[in-house]
């Protein structure tokens, strides 16, 4: 008798225990919820966010409040995201730096599988290989020809070390065998900028947010970097079909602090995916070039392993090491 009454009390403390924890997330969210985004306003991540973002406020009920907070390749914003209380209401939206930065500095204040939960892959999208108008090249032929007759000379607009910008030109030289010389800038946003501007004279920018430049013809594009060419560039080649293997592909991922509740975690998953999930959603997305993609948080933490793999050869190719 006295076992029986030690087992029920013990199992009355352990649903004393776990009940909080279901009801807290059942009413979550009850406030709104800061999706930061570690990279300037204007950019290719910037601009995901603030495309699904109200989508998303709009299924779940509550604001989702994009906080642009840059620096350091985005290891500011994710490094505060990776610090911050596991409960749902601080979320991450990040695209290949989060990788690439843990291979290409000595020491990064943030660990990807010890310190993030993955909650799921947004989406994905190319970027477009394009020049000023006033470098002559008028294709992926004629930029490589004019590179190599001018080694060191040509200059491309990075956001940062081991940004989207500066993988995809790296990946360029290498296979290339050309050197045009990368110029960091405080985001993908200000790149952009750098490029329309004359600063610099070739761009590897992301599709979203740049086609409407392309269309009005300040910027001339030369090749997109998938493997297939896409909707919102339909004339324009692809870099493989000159330099056949070539293929860049960024992605959006959301990730929340690591010991956010699983229910917590499989809740943000699904209402993004309904968010995501209109025809309508879709074809604007698809208009700035990107792919809708959606993903169950395992598939996401799978698909980091496999991009940290991805680019090591080329960041030790390249001695893409930050300063």
Known sequence: MVRKTAFALAGIAALGLTIPFAVQAQKYPERPIRLVVPFPPGGSVDVT?????????????????????????GIVGTSAVARAEPDGYTLLINTTPMVTNTQMYSKVPYNLKNDFVPVILLSSTPSVLSVHPSIPAKSVKEMIALAK??????????????????????????????????V????????????????????FSAVAGAVGYMNS????????????????????????????????????????????????VQRLNSEFSKAMG????VKRFEAEGLQVIGSTPEQLGSFLDAELKKWERVIRERKMKAN
């Open 149 to 182: 007759s001018r080694p060191g000379e040509l200059n491309y607009g990075g956001a940062g070390t081991g940004t989207n910008p500066h993988i995809a030109g790296e990946l360029f030289n290498l296979m290339a065998k050309t050197n045009i010389v990368v």
């Open 49 to 73: 966010a603030r495309l699904v973002g109200p989508k998303v406020s709009e299924a779940i009920g509550q604001q989702v409040i994009i906080d642009n907070r840059s620096g350091a390749s």
């Open 217 to 264: 013809n300040r910027l001339r594009p030369l090749g997109v970097t998938s493997l297939k060419r896409i909707s919102a560039l339909p004339t324009v080649p692809t870099i493989a079909e000159t330099l056949p293997g070539y293929e860049f592909t960024a992605w959006f991922a959301v990730m929340a602090p690591k010991g956010t509740k699983p229910e917590i």
């Open 278 to 281: 209109s025809k309508e959603f």
């Open 184 to 203: 960091q800038f405080k985001g993908g946003g200000p790149a952009l900028v750098g490029a329309l501007s004359g600063e610099v004279g070739v761009s």
